[in-house]
Every structure is written in structure tokens, then in C-alpha cells.
T-cell receptor, first 112, second 111 residues
Framework: DGGITQSPKYLFRKEGQNVTLSCEQN?????MYWYRQDPGQGLRLIYY???????QKGDIAEGYSVSREKKESFPLTVTSAQKNPTAFYLC???????????FGEGSWLTVV | GQQLNQSPQSMFIQEGEDVSMNCTSS?????WLWYKQEPGEGPVLLIA?????ELTSNGRLTAQFGITRKDSFLNISASIPSDVGIYFC???????????FGTGTRLKVLA
């Protein structure tokens, strides 16, 4: 079994804390992505990475950070600078332009 | 950020009815993708389209890549209760890594 694995499924954060969401893939995808989804809304791109050690800001990057030290891993850190972090976060991967994008099962982040 | 116009936003239909939804864009796309998302889960790929005019089926689902390359359509025939969910379209322009997603069509099937 494999694919794109996100953890944890549910995460609670106290205000002022940083938290990191994990995303691992065994599909040999060059590109990886993080999206945010608010209840009843569509997907908004936070960051994406085309290749190891490189990443690009998406439409809503403020308050988030990422790293891509390994091809298989693309963790997302939600920093205390993100004022409204409660949302459903989706990680995805793709072989690149012209290819399909596949999603993980998502992680729920709630600020308490 | 840019999002695709997807319609309808939501629909209630009777079991057994056919369903149609579409996405339109101001940009030309080289790839169109259709996904279904159930509550609390990640989107699952239904159909991928790579060529203008292409018509592709997956069981009761049929999707088409519009001739203008600015739109795409998804049809579901003989709907069943498990078709309930949110359907998203996504488009990608040539040579880019970014995918643009539609706003979603929320489908509810009445038994």
C-alpha cells in the first residue's frame, strides 16, 4: 500500500504555537503541494515544490512555511503568524506538468 | 488566486436522474481533471482529460474536454445515493506545475 500519507489526521493547536503537518509519498512524484480548504469552500494553494530543495509560494503562503529536503517528504509548518489556521489541510503530489495530481486524506487543524 | 467557475454550486436530484455540471475558465488549459470529495477526506481522481474534444468515461461518469480548451463537462448517469459528495474540476496550463481548482458542485441525491 502507499500513495500520499498525511499525519496526523487531527491536530489541536494552542494559540501562539507552531505546528507541523507531515506529508510523505512513495509515488516518486517530483512535485508536491499543500492546499487549505475551509468548510464548504474550494481548495487554495499554500505552497508547492517542483523539485527537492526548491519550493514556491502559492496564493495564501503567509503564516506558513515548508521544506523539501527529501523527494518523499514535504512537511508544512503552520506558524503563530497564521491568524486563522483552523482548516482542513490537503497534501498532494504529481509527476509534473501535464500529469494528474493525487491527494492525501487530509489533516484537520483546530486552534483551541 | 484564480479559481475556475464551476456550476451549479449545488444540486438536489432524485435517484436515477442524470446529472450535468461544468467548469469554465478565462485561460486555455492543456489538462482537465475531475475529482470527487467526501466529507473529511481528500479528493479522489475520477477522470483525467488531456486533449481538446476528448470524451472519457469511467463507469457512469463521462467527462469532456471542451473544444475551446476553456471548459469541461462532467455527466453522471442514473445517479445513486453514494454519488453524494462535492465534485471539483481542476485545470492546468501547458508547462506549469500549478493546478487551478473550481469552487465545487455539491451533489445530494434523494432516494
Amino acid at each position: 500500500d502507499g500513495g500520499i500519507t498525511q499525519s496526523p489526521k487531527y491536530l489541536f493547536r494552542k494559540e501562539g504555537q507552531n505546528v507541523t503537518l507531515s506529508c510523505e509519498q512513495n509515488l516518486n512524484h517530483d512535485a508536491m503541494y499543500w492546499y487549505r480548504q475551509d468548510p464548504g469552500q474550494g481548495l487554495r494553494l499554500i505552497y508547492y515544490s517542483q523539485i527537492v530543495n526548491d519550493f514556491q509560494k502559492g496564493d495564501i503562503a503567509e503564516g506558513y512555511s515548508v521544506s523539501r529536503e527529501k523527494k518523499e517528504s514535504f512537511p508544512l509548518t503552520v506558524t503563530s503568524a497564521q491568524k486563522n489556521p483552523t482548516a482542513f489541510y490537503l497534501c498532494a503530489g504529481s509527476r509534473g506538468p501535464g500529469n494528474t495530481i493525487y491527494f492525501g486524506e487530509g489533516s484537520w487543524l483546530t486552534v483551541v | 488566486g484564480q479559481q475556475l467557475n464551476q456550476s451549479p454550486q449545488s444540486m438536489f436530484i432524485q435517484e436515477g436522474e442524470d446529472v450535468s455540471m461544468n467548469c469554465t475558465s478565462s485561460s486555455i488549459f492543456n489538462t482537465w481533471l475531475w475529482y470527487k470529495q467526501e466529507p473529511g477526506e481528500g479528493p479522489v481522481l475520477l477522470i483525467a482529460l488531456y486533449k481538446a474534444g476528448e470524451l472519457t468515461s469511467n463507469g457512469r461518469l463521462t467527462a469532456q474536454f471542451g473544444i475551446t480548451r476553456k471548459d469541461s463537462f462532467l455527466n453522471i448517469s442514473a445517479s445513486i445515493p453514494s454519488d453524494v459528495g462535492i465534485y471539483f474540476c481542476a485545470g492546468q496550463t501547458s508547462g506549469t506545475y500549478k493546478y487551478i481548482f473550481g469552487t465545487g458542485t455539491r451533489l445530494k441525491v434523494l432516494a
